[in-house]
């Protein structure tokens, strides 16, 4: 069965981040999302407090989330600049913190390079960086430190406005630019077994780009290094479902489960617990687990 999978070509399937290990051939890793933001689209805010912000990571790991995803700076462009320093402040305590009570793997999302080498020194195995390694320095911090890196396609990167993005032939756009961007990682130093890529699903997209990612996602995939979607709550499934903010968990869910079919191997998600459940129904339906607790009737 797992031939018809799309990831089945995987480079270095088998690769271990920070202290876990994955086999991407047959394995889901769920992230969780904790952003010690203000202002992020889903959370509005609700994580800002540092207690808040390590008492939802160690929660979403309690959850079964292999991973949490820490950031200090939101994509959006309807924001006021921080600096450097403000975002270190934000994600570098939180890190520390989570890194003391867990084994869980551990991102920082920025694209700032001075913030990508204080999270890892407080903690983080990946830099999750929205600005595809654009930023001069980042990819430098990733191959001395030897942290992973999340490649992740967007038109403009974060905090910067583009107005109606269009593309002629959007998976064929972004398809190009992740191999340009992984050929750059590579040539700066960072090894293949180190890069995972992320097609940006709603970054500087509207929804029917972001609709036409999903279902031709495999093209995605076949780049070959391991795919992270992040599709949880996003607008594209609002506006496709007319469902706001705080009713996306089912088409979220939905939307998920199509993008392991076509290859994703790692979920960003704000539901972890949900996502748990449905990611091992999806792996043992496609044989890469066996029922938890089977029960076999033979009466």
Do not use: C
């Amino acid at each position: 069965m797992s031939g018809d999978i799309p990831a089945s070509g995987i480079i270095a399937p088998v690769r271990r981040l920070g202290r876990r290990e994955f086999d991407f051939e047959r394995q889901v890793a769920i992230m969780a999302i904790v952003n010690r933001t203000p202002n992020s689209f889903h959370d509005q805010g609700r994580t800002f407090a540092l207690d808040q912000a390590v008492a939802a990571a160690t929660k979403a790991v309690d959850e079964g989330a292999d991973w949490v995803d820490i950031g200090g700076f939101a994509f959006s462009a309807a924001q006021a600049p921080i600096s450097a320093a403000e975002e270190i402040d934000r994600v570098a305590p939180v890190i520390a913190e989570v890194r003391a009570a867990t084994d869980a793997v551990i991102s920082v999302d920025t694209h700032r390079p001075e913030v990508a080498e204080a999270a890892i020194a407080a903690g983080a195995d990946v830099i999750n960086d929205t600005n595809g390694l654009r930023e001069p320095g980042i990819a430098e911090v990733a191959a001395a430190t030897g942290a992973a890196v999340v490649v992740t396609h967007s038109l403009g990167g974060p905090g910067r406005r583009v107005l109606r993005p269009s593309y002629g032939d959007v998976v064929t756009e972004v398809a190009d630019y992740l191999r340009e961007r992984v050929e750059y990682a590579l040539k700066a130093g960072i090894a293949p077994e180190k890069i995972i890529i992320d097609p940006g699903h709603d970054l500087n997209k509207n929804t029917f780009h972001s609709l036409e990612l999903t279902r031709r996602l495999e093209e995605i995939t076949a780049i070959g290094y391991p795919t992270l979607v992040a599709l949880s709550n996003k607008d594209f499934i609002g506006e496709t479902l007319d469902r706001p903010q705080g009713e996306r968990k089912e088409g979220t869910i939905a939307a998920n489960v199509i993008a392991i079919l076509k290859g994703a191997r790692i979920l960003r998600v704000h539901d972890v617990a949900a996502t748990v459940a449905s990611v091992r129904m999806t792996e043992a339906v496609l044989g890469w687990r066996a029922p938890l607790a089977p029960r076999h009737n033979l009466a």
